[in-house]
């Protein structure tokens, strides 16, 4: 049986302190855990991500959802806070060229670059799938809009000319409250230029 503060292959916060102060023997323990804190503080609170083509420092906890840092730090509108579960696809980028729930991805495991909403197309240049969901008329309440979109433009990106067993794949995760996938699904196909 293990005593107190012994441990079977883990290693303890006191060793984790007398690694990184090996030469400050004379400090304090209080002293050596603050200093601990502040060191890992300072090195994990601050990382580069790359979001719609630019690179940002962001200096939010690792284990702070994506979302948030691109909502509160970076000002980005397009992903929206649904459910905070990946359940409804509102909060939707793109990450590895796949749709990516942005509300349960810590910052911190965001190695490749992120696309959003705004980083697909412009008001005077919108991305073909954009296009298609203003044509058609896909949208009612604006809910689900910047996932659908997301899912819709990851989709072609991966198959142009997707199957419509592909196409329910990728809205499977995307919850709309008003009832428009029909149209949703039109607008997908007409950015595919599929026949509807």
Known sequence: ?????EAT???????????IFADRRSVTRGAVCAETHARYV??????TITVNGQKHQVTSSPDTPLLYVLRDELGLRGPKFGCGLAQCGACSVIIDN???RSCV??????TTPVT???GLGTPERPHPVQRAFIEEQALQCGYCTS?????CAALL???????DAQIEDALDGNLCRCGVHTRIVRALKRAAGLSA
Do not use: N, Q, W, Y
């Open 105 to 110: 991805l810590p910052v911190s495991v965001v």
């Open 98 to 100: 796949s749709s990516t």
């Open 9 to 19: 292959g883990a290693i303890t916060a006191r060793a984790i302190a007398d690694a």
């Open 116 to 118: 959003t909403l705004e």
């Open 147 to 151: 996932g659908m979109i997301i899912s």
């Open 157 to 163: 990106e991966a198959h142009p000319r997707p199957t």
């Open 42 to 47: 300072e090195k994990e609170f601050v990382m």
């Open 1 to 5: 049986m293990l005593g107190p503060g």
